[in-house]
């Protein structure tokens, strides 16, 4: 497999930050209801809820913001763990070893 692009590693990183989020609505529905439950889902729901505050500053219950602050607070957590995910996509790529050239070599940074 070659290196990935820009545009592949953003495709991964939106699908797996969707995927986290979808993960997360998976947890909050199924895990039983109790202190862990609400744990996770708070924990896992921080991050959106700080974006959404740039732009609804009491929440919800703002002027016209309570038809669009759900929608905000979706599409702000499923930006936030895809950049979390391009992160890490973009260390797990840098730490993989580089294929060896065509005579058998690595090729090391800094040789061309």
Known sequence: ???WTMAGMA??????GAATV???????ARLPGG??????VEAGSVPAALLAQV??????????GAPSWGL?????????????WWVVLS???????RP?????????????
């Open 55 to 64: 732009f609804y500053g009491t929440g919800m219950h703002w002027s016209l």
């Open 100 to 112: 060896a050239s065509r005579w058998g070599r690595s090729s090391a940074a800094g040789e061309p």
């Open 11 to 16: 495709w991964r990183s939106l699908l797996l």
């Open 91 to 97: 260390l797990v790529g840098q730490a993989r070893p």
């Open 72 to 84: 905000l607070v979706q599409v702000s957590s499923i930006l936030f763990y895809s950049m979390l």
């Open 1 to 3: 497999m070659g290196r």
């Open 35 to 40: 202190p862990l439950r609400d744990a996770v």
């Open 22 to 28: 979808s993960g997360l609505g998976v947890c909050a």
